[in-house]
T-cell receptor
Framework: NAGVTQTPKFQVLKTGQSMTLQCAQDMNHEYMSWYRQDPGMGLRLIHYSVGAGITDQGEVPNGYNVSRSTTEDFPLRLLSAAPSQTSVYFC???????????FGQGTRLTVV | DAKTTQPPSMDCAEGRAANLPCNHSTISGNEYVYWYRQIHSQGPQYIIHGLKNNETNEMASLIITEDRKSSTLILPHATLRDTAVYYCIVSYILTGGGNKLTFGTGTQLKVEL
């Protein structure tokens, strides 16, 4: 099993550009989530999903969109990138009623 | 979710036990205590969790006080590879499943020779 795979690993965007961060898991986990981590800080929850077709907002959802059309994939879309969105983004997955979350290796995004 | 308080940093000699404390005085009855760690800038790694009983797995032990207002993560024989930021998190299982993990700034554990 590959676990949780995030692509790309690094990305530089110009202000106003849009892009999609990809997240895929092969563990048949129902629950998936996106976090961002700014320098010197812990992770903050952006959006999460408890299954295909179901998404909800986390702590810092503004500027980000998500959808969940399959169990395996949970992409994060930046509609109009801003410098404040420069961060490291982590995707995680777990079974719905268990407590061990598996994290991807992160996407380092820089918005200039 | 209840907030947690951890010391910002701790040192430990290799081969000795590392005891990482966490205060969570406002924890609710249905909230679990989780521990994750993050090595360098990798994705966080699950270590252990518990509700009110002490727990042990191959990585660590979790000791939760009887009033559940604090806990201690114990790495019994710390190695250099255990150098990481350790996060103590309290969270409950959502009605529809899953849980929202709220990461603080954690404890930077440095294991030295």
């Amino acid at each position: 099993n590959a676990g949780v795979t995030q692509t790309p690993k690094f990305q530089v965007l110009k202000t106003g550009q849009s892009m999609t961060l990809q997240c895929a898991q092969d563990m048949n986990h129902e629950y998936m989530s996106w976090y961002r981590q700014d320098p010197g800080m812990g992770l903050r929850l952006i959006h999460y999903s408890v299954g295909a077709g179901i998404t909800d907002q986390g702590e810092v959802p503004n500027g980000y969109n998500v959808s969940r059309s399959t169990t395996e994939d949970f992409p994060l879309r930046l509609l109009s990138a801003a410098p404040s969105q420069t961060s490291v983004y982590f995707c995680a997955s777990s079974y719905v009623f268990t407590t061990e979350a598996f994290f991807g290796q992160g996407t380092r995004l820089t918005v200039v | 979710d209840a907030k947690t308080t951890q010391p910002p940093s701790m040192d430990c000699a290799e081969g000795r036990a590392a005891n990482l404390p966490c205060n969570h005085s406002t924890i609710s009855g249905n909230e679990y205590v989780y521990w994750y760690r993050q090595i360098h800038s990798q994705g966080p790694q699950y270590i252990i969790h518990g509700l009110k009983n002490n727990e042990t797995n191959e990585m660590a032990s979790l000791i939760i006080t009887e009033d559940r207002k604090s806990s201690t993560l114990i790495l019994p024989h710390a190695t250099l590879r255990d150098t990481a930021v350790y996060y103590c998190i309290v969270s409950y299982i959502l009605t529809g499943g899953g849980n929202k993990l709220t990461f603080g700034t954690g404890t930077q554990l440095k294991v030295e020779l």
